[in-house]
Nanobody, 124 residues
């Protein structure tokens, strides 16, 4: 597994922006993709966005389309999620994840490593 450390969560107002970062400690772990999932109270975990390690190809879930961007810095093994025009329904714990296998990026069961999560709260 790879260790993942998230940062950047917090309390913001609707319409604000926020940046989440996730740094991977690889130690020989081959990463094919990194992703963000989120889970709101009483709801299932939801795919937010992912980026493929080799191509920087981004993928977004329905909730992220048009408002979120994702990027990767291989020099620091850090993935960043930039969120704009935040809404109260974006409130959730956001989890960083990494996987070794190629293929689908939107399914949480395919990910090998997970961070502890960072809380994002958007007030009306």
């Amino acid at each position: 597994q790879v260790q993942l450390v998230e940062s950047g969560g917090g309390l913001v107002r609707a319409g604000d922006f926020l940046r989440l970062s996730c740094t991977a400690s690889r130690r020989g772990f081959s990463i094919s993709a990194m992703a963000w999932f989120r889970q709101a109270p009483g709801k299932e975990r939801e795919f937010v966005a992912a980026i493929r390690w080799s191509s920087d190809s981004p993928h977004f879930g329905p909730s992220a389309q048009g408002r979120y961007t994702i990027s990767l810095d291989r020099t620091t093994n850090t993935m960043t999620l930039q969120m704009i025009r935040l809404k109260p329904e974006d409130t959730a714990v956001y989890f960083c994840a990494a996987k070794r296998t190629e293929g689908r990026v939107g399914l949480d069961a395919l990910y090998d490593s997970w961070g502890q999560g960072t809380q994002v709260t958007v007030s009306p």
